[in-house]
Nanobody, 120 residues
Framework: QVQLVESGGGLVQAGGSLRLSCAAS????????MGWHRQAPGKQRELVAS???????NYADSAKGRFTISRDNAKNTVYLQMNSLKPEDTAVYYC??????????????WGQGTQVTVSS
């Protein structure tokens, strides 16, 4: 039983910033990759950014130069700093994580999502 809870979403004007947080809790022996996806109305869910346990990051082209992903392993938490927000960033943002729940099994978990709305 693992839960991922996102926070930090809200309504901002174009050019503004938000910082999203996602904390994992439950039966966790370890966490490998953590990441953020988003889903806008009428579109498929897409990867925004991910970060491996060792710190290597990966970004969607649309996020490069504007978003920064980071993590605090002691708190089982991943963050997404979003700067220079654009209306096209409007979406529900979902946290996910590869979690070691037993000594031999990795499972992927998703949060419930947090709404980010960017006004023009």
């Amino acid at each position: 039983q693992v839960q991922l809870v996102e926070s930090g979403g809200g309504l901002v004007q174009a050019g503004g910033s938000l910082r999203l947080s996602c904390a994992a809790s439950g039966k966790i022996l370890g966490i490998n990759t953590m990441g953020w996806h988003r889903q806008a109305p009428g579109k498929q869910r897409e990867l925004v950014a991910s970060i491996a346990a060792g710190g290597r990051t990966n970004y969607a082209d649309s996020a490069k130069g504007r978003f920064t992903i980071s993590r605090d392993n002691a708190k089982n938490t991943v963050y997404l700093q979003m700067n220079s927000l654009k209306p096209e960033d409007t979406a529900v943002y979902y946290c996910n994580a590869q979690v070691l729940t037993t000594f031999s099994q990795w499972s992927i978990y998703w949060g419930q999502g947090t709404q980010v709305t960017v006004s023009s």
